[in-house]
């Protein structure tokens, strides 16, 4: 048999985990119906008042998209954990960092990428304006998949804990700080009429950055909670 | 030199080499803390703008360059348990996230303090007070990640591993004054440049972050030592040196 190349092998594990969670809707559904849940519970607490959403909007709109990846980043490496098919990815001749990255990627094709979709919708509900649209969906696209990538290294971590959920939330929400920060203001500067290239291009350098880094986090997380 | 390294890796060198230490290093920084509270407290002059509020730089500033300097002491003690697996400091880098968490809390509470009677709030959310909100919750993380895992030796790593990845924080937290226009004034102290601060309030300054350091040690082996006595409770060396104890 035939081993497969390093970008054959990253290709049918994104393949295989996207048709895993298109095998099962409801995992893919959970993280959007959860936004649109929390985003539909701000007016309720706020106030509906239009003027007040608006201004809101960039802050509600950028803190949902994060918990609801926070919300499925556990589940990143989990059932693999379970069902034993982790060790056999450790143990392939494949470079461990290439693999972690495929897993990641895949994870962000089926949150960040389609939260990233949708959220024009609810920015429209809020009031958001719609010179804002674009700078909303940039700064989400990048900076979910830098979220998903800092999830990677807390679900690598905790993968091997029984009480995983809680603890990544405390692990991790404190890295997903800055990109909040910066995701937000973005959006905020396009709202103000300001330029929200600077902004952008700090959560493209971050990018960039997670993707050089994370993964080997991830990987040496992996291999410490496999062999714990 | 190597000798020395090696010595580093034994429980009861360390265990016996930090009491050695301790019995020197803990008066003079109990010393250099009074001598430092009562010089900046009593004998300088009042701010002529702040008044006497100002004195809780003598805490304030010297807990956070510590707590700042604290958690690279961590992150690369992990980084030695990773790459050589030295038992010592995995022992290190656990016994330096509490105490790190504790100066950091010393930090944000002073500064809150400070804040009411200067800038008529506790709490704001500006650049430099919320990223050292975020190094209290990474302490507070590798604390938590450290007790979640009942196999000792893999929590020692993925904790090393969790430190290393907050590391890419602290600069952003020391520069954040320089970087955002922010209501916390950038920092007096420079060493290359003149310091905007006057050098009555300099000196007992800086003879506070020294003593700051000298605490953080302490705290950092004495909690070390009272690790390493847990761990080898079932070791010969432990048991003499309880057996002493019971029977002088």
């Known amino acids: ?228 | 030199m190597w000798s020395f390294f090696h010595k580093l890796g034994s429980p009861p060198w360390l265990y016996a080499i930090s009491g050695v230490i301790l019995r020197w290093l803990l008066p003079l920084t109990l010393l250099a803390l009074a001598v430092g509270m009562a010089w900046g407290v009593l004998f300088t002059s009042p701010d002529f703008r702040q008044g006497n509020s100002y004195r809780i730089i003598y805490i304030h500033v010297p807990a956070a360059v510590v707590a700042l300097a604290g958690y690279y002491l961590m992150a690369i003690a992990g980084a030695i348990n990773l790459i050589w697996r030295m038992k010592m400091a995995d022992v290190a880098m656990k016994a330096a996230a509490p105490v790190g968490a504790a100066f950091t809390f010393i930090a944000l509470f002073t500064g809150a303090v400070w804040g009411k009677p200067t800038w008529g709030t506790w709490w704001v959310w500006d650049a430099r007070i919320t990223s050292m909100l975020i190094l209290l919750f990474l302490y507070l993380g590798v604390v938590a990640l450290y007790e979640a895992f009942d196999n000792k030796e893999a929590a020692g790593k993925a904790c090393a591993v969790l430190s290393l990845v907050g590391m890419v924080n602290i600069p952003i937290i020391y520069k954040s004054v320089d970087w955002w226009y922010s209501l916390h004034q950038p920092a007096s102290i420079k060493f290359t440049g003149d310091s905007t601060i006057d050098s009555s309030m300099l000196y007992p300054l800086q003879l506070m972050i020294a003593a700051f350091y000298a605490l953080f040690t302490c705290c950092l082996l004495l909690n070390m030592r009272a690790e390493l006595l847990q761990r080898e409770a079932r070791s010969q060396w432990v048991r003499k040196l309880a057996s002493a104890v019971e029977t002088p």
Not at chain 1, 48 to 55: D, E, K, S, V, Y
Not at chain 1, 120 to 130: G, V
Not at chain 1, 202 to 216: D, K, Q
Request: with cysteine; glycine share 10%; hydrophobic share 60%.
């Open chain 1, 1 to 228: 048999m035939s081993v497969p190349g390093t970008w054959q092998f990253c290709v049918r594990l994104v393949r295989r985990q996207l048709l895993l969670a298109v095998r099962r809707p409801i995992e893919i559904g959970n993280p959007l119906l959860f936004f649109a849940m929390v985003v539909a519970l701000f007016p309720l607490g706020l106030g509906p008042a239009p003027q007040m959403l608006g201004g809101f909007a960039p802050g509600v709109l950028w803190i949902t998209a994060l918990l609801s990846n926070l919300l499925t980043s556990d589940s990143v490496f989990r059932s693999d954990y379970d069902d034993g098919s982790l060790e056999q990815l450790l143990l392939a001749p494949q470079p461990l960092y290439w693999s972690v990255l495929a897993y990641i990627g895949a994870h962000w094709l089926t949150t960040g990428l389609l939260l990233a979709m949708v959220a024009p919708i609810f920015a429209l509900m809020l009031n958001l304006p719609l010179a804002a649209l674009g700078t909303l969906v940039t700064s989400l696209l990048l900076g979910t998949a830098v979220l998903s990538l800092l999830g990677g290294i807390g679900a690598a971590l905790t993968v091997g804990l029984k009480r995983g959920g809680m603890l990544i939330s405390l692990l991790i929400l404190p890295l997903y700080m800055p990109v909040l920060i910066f995701g937000s203001a973005a959006v905020q500067a396009a709202v103000s009429g300001f330029p929200a290239g600077p902004y952008l291009a700090t959560l493209g350098a971050m990018l960039c950055l997670a993707i050089a880094l994370a993964p080997l986090a991830a990987a040496a997380g992996l291999r410490i909670s496999i062999d714990a």
